[in-house]
DNA sequence: CCACTAACGGAACAGGAATCCCGTTAATGA
DNA sequence: TCATTAACGGGATTCCTGTTCCGTTAGTGG
């Protein structure tokens, strides 16, 4: 018999809550379960018990982000649509706390399974969420009908991401809009066609 | 009085590729600095002495790396020489071994200080390898002159480090050669000069 | 309202990683 | 060749993470 009420609810809530505040303070290196008990103020086995690692407790955590991302925008213009993810990709990513976030879950999946999966899923429904921009884009006759939507949504996001990691710059608005004209142009010019198979 | 001969460099060498080879073998999370000095057939103290810690470890390794990476493709043609980029980086990333490493130090360069510097150095290196092949396509009258030649070197590596960081998708040649097309399609189209200032 | 039991939590325990101590080895320079 | 000392290495020690045990709390269904 399972117990999704009350106390199981909350205690998952808190969790995950004191999970979030632990990585944006010490990183992903250097969570420890016992301390998100602590701030969480559940008891140290009950983590251990319903999560049982670091990558399992991620996996859940980016579940819970999934639910709550944001809808794609609605512009009318491709152009418009590009930028305006782009842009939000780029404050996501530079914003300290979910910035944070994002950093230790990727690092995550590339050491735990569960994490990777629930990381993939994430980015598949983000893509997915997107996606309609590009292909009522094509509708409108803007670009070739052959056009993969789901590369140019990732297009947009890959500099941003990229430069995260390799360097030490800042996220700004310059950037994100370069990604957007960027990725705007590529598909114009027809890279994001579907090689024949 | 420092004493870089001999013994010095030989445990250095030995305990960089044992950690290599631990890291592909368990990854970053499981990456042990005792399992490493078992590996290099040198003492644990040794290696917590003078590392001292998993990033400072990877931020040498980094170092290490830096020096024996492959110098850029002069086919004469910027699609040519971007394609080449492509598939270098690609096969990289894809092969099991330097794929591993360079999730690995990715990571570590998310957790630590040391690493993250070494990380940022590996990446201007590269970046700086590479731009010449912008800058003589410039010179040619083939992309506006004020074209931010690192800006285009990066964006040929950033779709494949979103791919493999984001999704499960194995990183193939058309994956490289699509953004290498993406990228000369955006250079054509003036998306990468830098912005007045 | 009560019996049942899923889920929680404190405390003791176990295992392993990081540190410290100190004797040994081998570069270095005269 | 020899004195000096940087650097190494084995072993004991400390500290901390994760597990286990078992009593307690509080949802759930009747």
Redesign the interface.
């Known amino acids: 018999m399972q117990r999704p009420g009350g106390r199981t609810a909350r205690v998952r809530t808190a969790v995950l809550k004191a999970a979030e505040d632990a990585l944006v303070e010490v990183?992903?290196?250097?969570l420890d379960l016992g301390d998100v008990a602590r701030r969480a103020e559940v008891g140290r086995t009950t983590v251990y018990r319903r999560w049982g690692s670091v990558g399992a407790l991620l996996a859940d955590l980016l579940t819970d982000m999934a639910e709550q991302s944001l809808p794609r925008a609605r512009t009318g213009s491709l152009a418009e649509d590009l930028r305006t993810n782009a842009r939000l990709v780029a404050r996501t990513l530079a914003d300290p706390r979910q910035g944070a976030l994002f950093?230790?879950v990727?690092?995550a999946?590339?050491?735990?399974r569960d994490a990777?999966e629930a990381?993939?899923r994430f980015?598949?429904a983000r893509v997915e969420e997107w996606a309609p921009c590009v292909t009522e884009a094509v509708d409108r006759g803007e670009l070739p009908p052959d056009t993969d939507a789901a590369?140019v949504v990732?297009?947009v996001?890959?500099?941003l991401?990229?430069?995260m990691?390799?360097?030490?710059d800042p996220l700004d608005e310059?950037t994100a809009d370069?990604a957007a004209?960027?990725?705007l142009?590529?598909a114009?010019?027809g890279?994001?066609r579907r090689?024949v198979t």
């Open positions: 990183g992903f290196a250097g950093r230790a990727l690092v999946a590339t050491c735990d990777a990381l993939h980015y598949r590369e990732r297009a996001s890959a500099p991401y990229y430069r990691l390799t360097t030490p310059v370069r004209a960027t990725t142009a590529a114009h010019a890279t994001f090689p």
